[in-house]
């Protein structure tokens, strides 16, 4: 008996490029990564209501280690690891802000890669977009899918298609990086 009567999908999965297969590997890792904010000093839950100076945002080794983190850390981790797995110019990370029907401010921040012609959006801490969506054939096409799933009436304050650079210099840096110090870099948040 092979696997593949047992598990039908391993069979296709065998038939993936091994662009794809990277992109739902790095996905992947991310199952038993939970929702939620570190602080920065004590790398304990936060409960409450802190300073954004005290919210830590997980480099790729710190989220493998407390398996907590928020779409911010989740994206620097899938973006660090396919960075490594694909060509760089195949991996996009991107970010957003807008308020929602009740005015509030929401960011979010994913990844876009591209294997081979077409491109495909990872994601993992938006629970009801959870997995990798594709193929898609451009970049334009996925934003307007992500656009289309905001709540209605949302409006859109900020959209950041290339984060790239941002990412780089953040995973770069020795010191932990706090939830401010993201949003000033990502978002220009002061």
């Known amino acids: 008996m092979n696997i ?21 590997e790095a996905d992947d890792a991310l199952v038993g990564v939970k929702y939620g904010q570190l602080d920065i000093y004590t790398k304990k839950l936060i409960k409450g209501k802190v300073s954004d100076d005290a919210i830590l945002v997980c480099k790729p080794d710190q989220l493998m280690k407390y398996k907590v983190g928020t ?15 694909l060509d760089t ?9 807008y308020t929602d029907t009740h005015n509030r401010l929401t960011t ?9 012609k077409d491109y495909y959006w990872t994601e993992h801490a938006w629970y009801e977009q959870q997995g990798v969506h594709g193929p898609y054939k451009s970049v334009d096409i996925i ?16 959209w950041k298609d290339n984060l790239n650079a941002v990412y780089d210099k953040l995973l770069a840096q020795s010191k932990d990086i706090s939830a401010k110090q993201f949003a000033t870099e990502v978002f220009n948040f002061k």
Not at 11 to 17: G, H, R, V
Not at 89 to 97: E, K, M, T
């Open 143 to 158: 934003t307007r899918e992500i656009k289309s799933y905001l709540p209605k009436n949302s409006k859109i304050l900020i």
């Open 71 to 85: 779409c911010w850390d989740q994206s620097l981790y899938t973006y660090a690891r396919l960075k490594k797995d």
């Open 108 to 116: 979010h921040t994913t990844i876009i890669a591209k294997d081979k």
């Open 4 to 24: 593949s009567s047992i598990f039908p999908a391993y069979e296709a999965y065998e038939n993936y490029s091994e662009g794809y297969r990277k992109i739902i």
């Open 89 to 97: 110019a195949n991996v996009r990370a991107i970010g957003y802000a």
